[in-house]
């Protein structure tokens, strides 16, 4: 079926650079890097710290805008200084008997210490159990992080995380903080995984690999199937060149959580994402091939939806009309997952609980 919108220009050019990044990343050879790819396609593909750092790790000639070189020494002296922040905070946590796990691109951090000057964050995210989510809150108060909490208390609890922050700046730390990956009860069994941990990784609880994964794909799917590239390469980082035992695991823990849809279609984003057919047509074969058992295990209807939701060549841009809050939550999280009643659920009680918010903050303005 063919999508409503077509790619935009320079969407392949953006697509070859991210691909390229990838590329060079996990071969460790520079010789997939342009050394001068233009300031607009770096700007639009958000890797431009990613792009710059790869080029002086790997020896690319120095034939870069300073902007772009500036760029990556920003990104790394900023992610250097708030990972020491961040392990320091967890040090003192963890000194109140409080140890939360470090989860989405966090993780990657605390794996693979070598990320650390090319995955941009917007933010950590931090999940520990409901039961103890205001003491956490309690502690990063007294320590001088401030809070964005909206809505009422129910709303709160139902939502699957909260900002809190402090400091501007070079130094400005910002962290998300969750009690579940998303709006219950879907995925609670994922929820409950990654907070039953007990893997580390540079001296910080971390979700295990398979965990990872399906929360990538989860997040994928949860926010429309339009993500930055960066989550791309974070699901390709782990998935391309996973042994076949270690894929099979994935693939069941897929299962389990509900998530086999959301895999297939992130992982399919990702190739087209990343040009990889275009770029290493090797690789992307194998990738191809898991793709097919994984689509395998869906029905044709469920086919015939993810296929209308997000095609093979769905566009960087997502669908105006299909990126609303209320059609991500429940059309694309319901096709995405393998247990629309959950969705269903989720969708009306915290719809629900959004306009009583409402409606009651206008009466009290009124």
Known sequence: MKHPIHSKLGDDAIRHLAGSCYLALREEDGGHLDPSPPADVLEASGLSGMHANLCVRLGVPDTRAPSAIVRGMQLSATNAYRWDALTALLATLAEKGIEPVLFKG???HARWPELRDLRAMADYDLIIEQARLGRLRTELARLGFEAELLGSTLTQ?????SAVYKGAGFQHQNLDIHARVTEPPVCSSLTRSILSSTERASGVRVPDIEDC?????????RSGMSRPLCEYIDLLWYVDGMHEAQWESVCRRARRHHLLPALFLALRQ??????LDELAAQRARAL???LSTLEAALGPIRRRALDWLAPPDYPLHPVVSRNRPAFRRSFILGAGTSSLWRVGVAFVIYGATRIVDRLTSRNTND
């Open 106 to 108: 966090g993780a990657l």
């Open 157 to 161: 609890r139902l939502n699957k995380g």
């Open 270 to 275: 990702a190739l087209y994402c990343l040009a």
């Open 213 to 221: 994964v399906c929360m990538i794909a989860l997040h994928i799917v």
């Open 288 to 290: 191809c091939a898991r």
